[in-house]
């Protein structure tokens, strides 16, 4: 099963605060132990939201919405998709991550849809 482990976002990482040399090394090895173990397909850390753009889709017409967004909370930092047997893997395997932040932060893990879930439609 495929999962993607997003990393949510905090004032900090709105802010453009950088890791320190200690964590992006523990971040590192972390890395290094889900590609050892097969389970790293990609993953990556995303620029403030700041930096980003949103597109509203509203009938046929596209509006463009800037950033920064609102609810910090609801913002991703950063991603990894893995390749794991199951849902209890994936939160075992989050369990050992460092901390991504400076501060309490958050972790979620979506599983992906497959072409087996659209079979019975």
Known sequence: MRVMVLVKATKDSEAGTMPSMELLTAMGKFNEQLANAGILLTGDGLKASS????????????????????????????FWLWQVKDMAEAVEWVKRCPNPMLGPSEIEIRPLFEAADFASS
């Not at 949103?54 to 909370?73: H, L, S």
């Open 51 to 78: 930096q980003g753009k949103r597109v509203a889709f509203g009938g046929p017409g596209r509006t463009v919405i800037d950033g920064p967004f609102a609810e910090t909370r609801e913002l991703v930092a950063g």
